[in-house]
RNA sequence: GCCGUUGUAGCUCAGGGGUAGAGCACUUCCUUGGUAAGGAAGAGGCCAAGGGUUCAAAUCCCUUCAAUGGCUCCA
């Protein structure tokens, strides 16, 4: 037997004997360490555990922990779920079952036999009960006749025709217990691993994403290998229930939608507004301190405009189609993207090189005609206001500006509390160069500005070759909210293309027309999105500076409402946005519903207080801060407000 | 757009072939109270819209609209 050198990640190197499985080695350094393997790494490829190693190999050991472990546990629990489903429903006909973000799917075909969400129990008891088998994934690489006799004798058209895909040699096969199915793996070493099941929910899916094809039903699912880590999954699940922004948008009087004025159209509500004024007026004076210069521009825009830009071509069957001019029958657009607007007002003088970079920034609403079915509160909507930009920049300027515009990025990140962010780099696909325009240098130069300007930021990065737009390289902000999901927010994007097609120009010091690289950026992406994610992320208790509402006076009888209209008058006068509970009702519901209004300060008032001249301030949540003079108070919220800006 | 589910008061929901119910919110009255729900009375609904079946429809059926969970899409 020969003998191989197996590289553990810490640079560790050990011997074993060709043909010792990753399960193995685990082994020889602990048993406890051998029973939390789910899976391998060999040379950077996710493998079975038990596979054997043949040759000198770099080795991770994966665990639950691992994104890659998890992955593999929820493939296996996919097959453990058809596994249940067959012992169910005899003659069920399996499409495929991945693992995703979180858990898991099959795609089944039932014929004529009924699955409905009141059988989901059912279906976990079952899957629990033979995950209590522990019978072991079992790999078995078979000839394409093979795989083909099996699947006709079973009767799964749909697995057939994913062989038909397949070339001979790569088939694998995976079982356990009864089970056998068309896979490539890898898979955990038993499905004893597997302690907890959840079926989620249930939906309709096309086979292979196509509608013309036939509709299977979807199972989804998520397993655990400990029945704690469900339970805190299931918690988890609550709270992002409860956080939904189209409940607490609800709840608190943010927006609304209407019927009659359209679906994906919301409406902001007095307070959604003053919410939103805030989040504009933050931003707006970040983007003046930067040397960017507000814009304005219209609503509509003439069909032509979107023909130059290259929308229409792309776009125009997909849009709210044009209006039309009564008289001279001209066609116009609802604007869809502020770009081709911003291109004109740089067009409307001639630039010089010293002029570079332009910034032109604008609220600017648009829309887009979104299919019926991808509408979502307000993360997926079809009229919405971008906190857009424009910087026209000499290519020598591209990087620089990029540091600057994530700077403001991670400036509005930390002021709006969203501490974990990473960023995604899209880049072309090197060996397709073809799909995109301009020129190489230009390129080279824009994919290193971004990659220099994320490396000198510091930004936690991932770069996907092949992700970027026909136009240009691009870098993506996601944030993890206080619930660990993740919300893709921000995003720059640099493009040789418009400035083409809009033959935008400068001179150089050579005296030479130059055409400027364009970066389009959107650090909140929409206001509209932006608020659902700030939503969700602080459940509804917004910061002070932001809150829409942000003290609420509480006189103790209706003795003292002139002297709490007089501290709402001190306190208007100083910017703070304020109101008075002025209901004949007690203190104690006085308080409770302002606790459910989510408002940040309560300022009660009575005998003492108005002998005193002062207030006394509970903050939400039930904090006593004491009594203090109103002007305390107001120095006391400017403070907090400027940490929570700063 | 496609498939499933849902649509009853401002909100959250119950009911269900014989022409509507609760709690909260709202209005009025009593109460003038000190840190998370005081009491009473009142008002409020073409039961999403349209069409069918029926002696009778909010209830059953069909269509449409909208919301919702997915699929496909996302400049």
Redesign the pocket.
Known sequence: MSEIKITLPDGSVKHFEAGTSALQVAQSISEGLARNIIAAKVNGKVVDATLPILTDADLVLLKWEDQDGKRTFWHSSAHLLAEALEALYPGVKLGIGPAVETGFYYDVDFGDQKFTSEDFGKLENKMLELARTNSAYVRKEVSKAEAIQYFTEKGDEYKLELIEDLNDGEITFYSQGNFTDLCRGPHIPTTGFIKAIKIT??????WR?N?KNK?LT?IYGVTFPKKSELDEYMVILEEAKRRDH??IG??LELFT?S?KV???LPLWLPKGARLRECLVQFLQKAQVAAGYQPVITPHIGNKNLYITSG?YE??GE??FQPIKTPREGEEFFLK??N?PHHCEIYKASPKSYKDLPVRYAEFGTVY??????????LT?VRGFTQDDAHLFVRPDQVKEEFCKVIDLVLYVFKSLDFKDYTAQISLRDPNNKTKYIGSDENWALAESAIIESAAEKGLNTVIELGEA?FYGPKLDFMVKDAIGRKWQLGTIQVDYNLPERFELEYTGSDNLKHRPVMIHRAPFGSLERFVAVLIEHCAGNFPLWLTPEQVIILP????YQEYAENLLNVLKKHDIRALIDD???????K???A??KKLPL?L??????QAENTV?V?K???E?LG?MSVESLVSWINKEIETQLN
Do not use: N, W
Request: glycine letters at 14%.
């Open positions: 929910s249930l939906a309709g899916a096309y994403g509608e509709q979807r189209r409940k609800k709840e939608f019927e359209g679906m994906g929308h792309k776009y997909d849009s869809p993207m770009c887009r005609y979104e299919q019926a079915g991808e509408l979502h509160g997926r737009a103790i009888s209706e003795k209901r004949s009702e007690k203190t104690g519901k308080i409770r519903d606790e459910m309560m009660i008032v009575g005998e003492k207080e006394s509970r939400q949540g039930g006593d009594s």
